[in-house]
């Protein structure tokens, strides 16, 4: 068994960086037609918890009774079906991979241009929707998004997303050097023509080709060429203007910035950003709430369908337990077990005798460890209100490197399990620190893990492939902002201008020690796991009719698409994967 997790030196260049979705996977329903939904929901009178009962609704978890009709959910309704147009010419081509290495001493590859393949290798492909057929037994993945309509008579807007293919396609078709370097010849439905769009597009399409050429200048090196380009972008994207504008604002300055840094020549906005950044962290401050939080929560799909996805195959996992004990690796306000707690308090088949929560708490910041001391005393008195049997302890360390087992207070009639959600993303940059907590757990041995986790490769080596996939993921979330938060301006403005825009400049700015948002996809995570004797076990039906539940609540969920990478649920938005939740246990 010591070989299944041998922690000695392990590439991670053996896997492919792609998306493998099934596409001729069907979810056979026989069986579950009769599943029973059990609602939930908080009572008015269970008082101020600040800010936690907001974050609870009345969705339903799926118990082992199955006695509900299948028409109950996964009836999502198309407005209308588009044409679907992929790119199978990039299919087999190979995508610069990423490894868990010393971050202290890495340094940027330059030499990469601006290929094909490093702009629609992961984009050219719609998600899919799970839906039944006509019979409403089969559910199987259905192409939700296209570039282009059938309907000759509608105009479809372009999404941002679908602006930055189209910039990326003008832009390697009017490059001389791609032209030859890969004897490819690329058939976009767009093409070089502007026919068709209004004028705001083109000029969304124009804007973002244009950051594309700058990034490229940036990748050679040519900085007086790139400030030139960017003096240009800089007046023609906004703060406050269309999604397109937004990104491109934020990409701009973080290019500014890295110029800035690689000349030395630094300029007051550089110097203001980096005093900003230096008082503003986002990993520390997301773990209160705060409106800005709240909204993002409650009006993106995305978060809630990650944590009751996560919750239902938690739950799944411990159905037959009456001692259940969680490990959260990072519990921020704990939303997630005032869900799960309601979910239990309406479990009859086995009466609960106990629900402990334990959380980590590393480093010596005073703020961190009371924001977990407040929200362990909140999740006791909601258990208290639901009569729900609960303990909450707290293992703190100095540092990651420190934790044992020991310091685990583990009962032999517990059934534990540990819940990650976006936790290890943070440990990337620190991959002693990663191994020494997977170490611990996999001696703990829970009987299940719950991993969420951002599905994007922001940690490459080559700084326009890095660039790509940034530009890509926050195109989508801006995209996904001007859809849901349109009435809600000052907690979008304050989004994207600081949590977002920080997360994009340390991505395209920074190298090294410094470049802290380092996310890689679930093919990583997966080569990862098995080191330490880890199976990635199937999502179940019922957690997939989860995930379409959710997202059918939010107005925008007609825009949040789903996939299958192997056994993982791949959570989207018009296409763009953005989150990842898998189950993983041990062998």
Not at 186 to 197: A, D, E, K, W
Not at 521 to 547: N, P
């Amino acid at each position: 068994m010591e070989n299944l997790y041998n922690l000695g030196d392990f590439s991670f260049n053996i896997v492919e960086d792609k998306l493998s979705s099934s596409n001729d996977t069907f979810w056979e329903t026989k069986g579950h037609n009769e599943m029973k939904n059990v609602q939930f929901s908080v009572a008015e009178d269970l008082g101020d918890y600040n800010g936690i009962e907001s974050l609870c609704s009345n969705f339903g978890f799926f118990q082992d009774d199955p006695s509900y009709q299948e028409n109950e959910f996964l009836k999502f309704h198309h407005q209308q079906q588009e044409s679907y147009q992929d790119y199978e010419t990039f299919d087999n081509l190979h995508f610069d991979m990423v490894h868990f290495g010393d971050t202290k001493k890495d340094q940027p590859f330059y030499q990469t241009p601006l290929a094909p393949v490093d702009i629609l290798k992961n984009y050219g492909k719609g998600f899919k929707r799970l839906l039944p057929d006509d019979e409403g037994n089969i559910l199987h993945p259905v192409n939700d998004f296209g570039l282009v309509t059938n309907n000759e008579n509608e105009k479809k807007l372009l999404s941002t997303i679908e602006i930055m293919k189209m910039a990326g396609t003008r832009f390697i078709q009017s490059s001389s050097s791609s032209k030859s370097a890969s004897g490819l010849i690329l058939n976009h439905p767009f093409g070089f023509s502007f026919s068709g769009l209004s004028d705001e597009e083109k000029e969304n399409v124009s804007l973002a080709e244009s950051l594309l050429a700058c990034a490229e200048k940036v990748g050679y090196q040519q900085y007086e060429r790139a400030r030139k380009l960017l003096s240009q972008i800089e007046s023609l994207s906004s703060k406050t203007g269309n999604p397109v504008k937004r990104v491109v604002h934020y990409f701009a300055e973080a290019l500014c910035q890295r110029i800035d840094k690689e000349t030395g020549r630094f300029s007051v906005s550089s110097n203001n950003m980096q005093k900003m950044e230096s008082l503003f962290d986002p990993q520390e401050v997301s773990k209160d709430l705060n409106p800005a939080m709240i909204a993002l929560y409650e009006d993106l799909p995305f978060s809630q369908v990650s944590i009751f996805t996560c919750v239902q195959a938690l739950l799944e996992n411990v159905n037959d337990a009456k001692k259940i004990h969680v490990i959260d690796l990072e519990i921020r306000k704990g939303c997630q077990w005032t869900i799960l707690m309601q979910a239990l308090q309406s479990r009859n088949e086995c009466p609960l005798e106990l629900l402990k929560i334990t959380a980590i708490e590393s480093g010596n910041s005073d703020t961190s460890k009371h924001i977990v001391e407040d929200t362990g005393k909140r999740l006791k008195d909601f258990a208290q209100s639901l009569n729900i049997p609960f303990s909450f302890d707290i293992v703190v360390v100095s540092d990651l490197l420190h934790i044992r087992e020991e310091l685990f207070k583990i009962d032999s009639e517990e059934t534990v399990a540990v819940y990650s959600q976006f936790a290890l993303r943070s440990k990337i940059q620190q991959p002693d620190k990663l191994e020494t907590i997977m170490r611990v757990i996999r001696t703990i041995n829970p009987i299940v893990m719950v991993v969420a986790e951002i599905e994007a490769n922001h940690n490459s080596k080559s700084f326009v492939n890095r660039f790509i996939e940034a530009l890509f993921y926050f195109s989508a979330y801006f995209d996904c902002f001007e859809t849901c938060m349109k009435g809600d301006e000052k907690n979008r403005f304050i989004l994207e201008s600081m949590y977002f825009s920080h997360g994009i400049r340390n991505i395209v700015a920074e190298e090294g020690a410094e470049r802290k948002s380092r996310n890689v996809k679930i093919d990583v995570w997966r080569a990862f796991f098995t080191r330490f004797g880890m199976v990635e076990t199937e999502l179940s039906m019922k957690s997939l009719y989860q995930a379409e539940l959710v997202a059918k609540r939010f107005a925008c969920g007609y825009a949040c698409t789903f996939d299958m990478n192997g056994h993982c649920l791949l959570v989207g938005w018009k296409g763009t994967p953005i989150n990842s939740v898998s189950v993983w246990k041990f062998i």
